[in-house]
């Protein structure tokens, strides 16, 4: 008895009648269109967690060499992580960062 070779197809594509203009049109295309942008956003914090693990690998590995011989993957995942996290996605940039402090005229 042999075993059965299948392949699972998922379908990974926004839906087809999700209209941005006017989400509320159609309730089941905004809940699909929702579960399709959580979906892509674990997928991007996962290949984050995976290339921060090849980093630590590397560093321990590489020793004192690690800022040459680790950089490629430094670079990699410094790209991957910028934009990804939960509530980041449309914010601009001076937002990401810490808050600037302000300044309070004493009079």
């Not at 699972?8 to 006017?22: G, M, R, T």
């Not at 680790?70 to 934009?83: D, F, K, M």
């Not at 600037?100 to 005229?105: A, G, K, Q, R, Y």
Request: net charge neutral; aromatic share 8%.
């Amino acid at each position: 008895m042999g075993r059965k070779s299948f392949k699972v197809e998922f379908d990974e594509s926004p839906p087809d009648d999700f209209d941005p203009a006017n989400p509320y049109k159609d309730p089941v295309a905004m809940l699909e269109m929702r579960e399709h942008l959580v979906r892509e956003k674990w997928i991007q914090i996962e290949k984050c967690k995976i290339l921060r693990e090849r980093v630590k690998w590397c560093y321990r590995v590489e020793g004192i060499n690690h800022l040459q011989k680790c950089r490629h993957l430094v670079n990699q995942y410094l790209e991957s992580t910028r934009g990804v996290g939960w509530g980041k996605d449309h914010r601009p940039h001076s937002l990401h960062g810490p808050k600037p402090e302000t300044v309070v005229d004493e009079e």
